[in-house]
């Protein structure tokens, strides 16, 4: 998956209910040609997001390449509706980009390879059909040999799911190279998976290998680079989704975790019954359960602080979770990620 | 899954390396009219195994279907080779039973029903191949309510892979029955639901839904008996299985843990540069883990002495046992499980 220039499909969502087109224009090295929106088509990326490179808004693939002089390798699904599946409002769009010659990367459950009229058309035109949530098929258990690689290797952790941890892994990424540190994200979601280009959507692996589909990309990664930053999911005490944290804890083996936390969260998202445990009782929690695979000690805290409008409000609440947590923090959207990965590299990686 | 009558296959490995057929004949329902093992046709169970019921060892299918009169309603695949694979000397056997009208049931990697031969001459007969490795298509999250049902729920869980649980969870079943509990056993594994006839191969399940897979079951047995027994897998400090383990435990949402361990296992069985934490640890561990989810204690112990000859010695290292973890232990197979079954009554049911 190695796609320079690319068309986001967002209809009807962008930029508010389009997190995947937000997060690939934001963070990936791709070169963002145009948006689809049949909404909002003839404005420019500018006029609704200003901190991203800007691009023209169309409404349909045709409209789009012919924006982009051509210049096209790809269409990108960039909004997930409720349930994952595809809306067959889209399908001309898809079906003109595969004609166009580009392939089309997917991050939805419904996949574009099993729909027998895109699969063979894309066939046809020797086009890749890419459904970043189907694992593939050579992953396995670990070995238990991700702590022999020689990066540094810090994981994100939650207190829930949708704290920010991808973000923050990304903000950290960022801050790090500014301070020459040569670092790279290791993606296990599908949002991050479109971003860098690469990796295992952990969360659809069969559970015996989920440790395995992650030291599957340390060991692929851990000798090319100093620092490697492994998005977290999830939550060690969800009550769904544990296992997949945990596989990913044990898998990395970090040096270092990052506890990320939704500012006001104070019961699990979508299952109000279960109360967050104390900050405290996260970090033993982490710690203790990484310790007799790998030592790993919380260094930095991220704190989502989006539901608070007043920056002077939200850098106090950063500073009480830092207090609380016992460690530098920060808001990695407001503030950037600089002080979470200074302490990464005074503590972690020792310099 | 409702066989009354069966043949197990075990060639070349019985009785030793049969552990599915060992474990179907000591804990199912299931009437085992004959046991296929090329090596000791002619024998009869009790010259090799005493303590179950008797039965002919046939060196073919169709002479343990004669031996037994044709009363037979399927066949098991009671051995598994290194890799999960299907051995092709079993090939005439198998479809002799599919010939004579019975299902073949499987644990196996190597899916029956993706092996056309055997599919479609399963199909001709109307048999049904049951692979017990492949999950249902139904599977989904948890919902969170495991917690909510009638029954109380015990959880095994390890300090390691096989070091009993499921023989554990069965010895428990049956204690507890004999003190007149109401108590039914949640197979994960694969022998698990074969001698159960029914349950979800946790390990083969996608991670997304670990926890959702053990709910499943909670949910479908959980108000229709006092006691349920989950069979726990692997262990909450293995390198490559903690996920399936973290599933477990929070979709069981159990009220009371059983802590099974090996004597003399002092690291992670075929990962020896683990060590295995100290028995305190893994009680905090467990219960520190479950906490925020649903309360838990370790409440008894499980001690598998196999490879201390000496009944003394061993009833020394179960004593010892007991002491460390600070509750009630037995090893279930040496001493049956009464003891433990007595600390669930008194603990979990308050009885």
Chains 1, 2 share one sequence.
């Not at 947590?325 to 310099?351: S, Y």
Request: proline share 4%; charged share 25%; net charge negative.
């Amino acid at each position: 998956m190695d796609h320079e220039r690319i068309v986001i499909l967002a209809h009807e969502k962008f930029p508010d209910g389009a997190k995947t087109a937000l997060g690939v224009m934001r963070y990936g090295d791709q070169e963002v040609r145009a948006v689809l929106d049949r909404d909002t088509a003839g404005d420019r990326v500018h006029d609704h997001v200003p901190d991203v490179d800007d691009a023209p808004i169309a409404g349909t693939f045709a409209d789009a390449y012919e924006a982009a002089d051509g210049e096209v390798d790809a269409l990108y699904i960039g909004i997930a509706p409720i349930g994952g599946g595809f809306e067959e409002s889209w399908r001309d769009d898809v079906r003109d980009a595969i004609e166009a010659g580009c392939d089309v990367v997917s991050g939805l459950h419904y996949f574009l390879n099993e729909d027998e009229d895109l699969a063979s058309l894309a066939d046809e035109h020797g086009v890749t059909l890419r459904d970043v949530r189907e694992p593939h098929d050579d992953l396995t258990v670990a070995t238990g040999s991700s702590g022999d690689v020689d990066a540094d290797v810090v994981l994100t952790v939650g207190t829930d799911c949708s704290v920010g941890k991808m973000t923050a892994s990304l903000e950290i990424v960022d801050a790090a190279r500014e301070r020459g540190i040569d670092a790279a994200f290791v993606p296990t979601g599908q949002t991050g998976i479109m971003i860098a280009g690469w990796g295992n959507p952990i969360d659809r692996v069969i559970s015996d290998f989920t440790a395995g589909a992650v030291e599957e990309m340390i060991l692929e990664l851990g000798d090319e680079h100093d620092l490697l930053v492994v998005e977290g999911q999830g939550s060690i005490v969800h009550p769904a989704y544990s296992a997949v944290t945990c596989g990913i804890l044990h898998g990395a083996m970090a040096d270092g975790l990052v506890l990320c936390h939704a500012a006001g969260r104070d019961a699990i998202n979508g299952y109000e019954s279960f109360p967050l445990p104390s900050l405290s009782a996260y970090v033993d929690l982490y710690e203790d359960l990484s310790a007799p695979v790998h030592e790993a000690e919380i260094v930095a805290g991220a704190l989502n602080t989006k539901d608070i409008a007043d920056d002077g409000a939200a850098a106090d609440t950063v500073a009480e979770y830092g207090e609380a947590v016992g460690v530098p923090a920060a808001d990695p959207v407001r503030d950037g990620a600089g002080a979470i990965a200074d302490a990464i590299a005074e503590t972690v990686m020792n310099r």
